[in-house]
């Protein structure tokens, strides 16, 4: 089993620009990719922003330009640089890993809220 834990969330003002934190500890050897999901009040988790083990990555186009994911294998993290917020950048942002099966495991972070007031 993997445990993640999500880290640098708060309050800022439209454009400016926060930097998230994922650190994954206990299996992490099975780890073949990690993701930045995003859940804001009355709305679906959604994907924000994906990195494969290599560094593949991938971005929910709202977010393209914006948003620049990046991992550390031998320290097991990963990073979600925020530029440029808004405020419908608003949400508890969530951390997963996934194993060799794509998509979202059943694991999952307790979250860190980003608030961006106008």
């Known amino acids: 089993q993997v445990q993640l834990v999500e880290s640098g969330g708060g309050l800022v003002q439209a454009g400016g620009s926060l930097r998230l934190s994922c650190a994954a500890s206990g299996s992490t050897f099975s780890i073949n990719a990690m993701g930045w999901y995003r859940q804001a009040p009355g709305k679906q988790r959604e994907l924000v922003a994906r990195i494969v083990r290599g560094g593949s990555t991938n971005y929910a186009d709202s977010v393209k330009g914006r948003f620049t994911i990046s991992g550390d294998g031998a320290k097991n993290t990963v990073n979600l640089q925020m530029n440029s917020l808004k405020p419908e950048d608003t949400a508890v942002y969530y951390c997963?890993?996934?194993?060799?099966?794509?998509?979202?495991?059943?694991?999952w972070g307790p979250g860190t809220q980003v608030t961006v007031s106008s």
């Open positions: 997963n890993a996934e194993g060799i099966v794509p998509g979202p495991s059943g694991s």
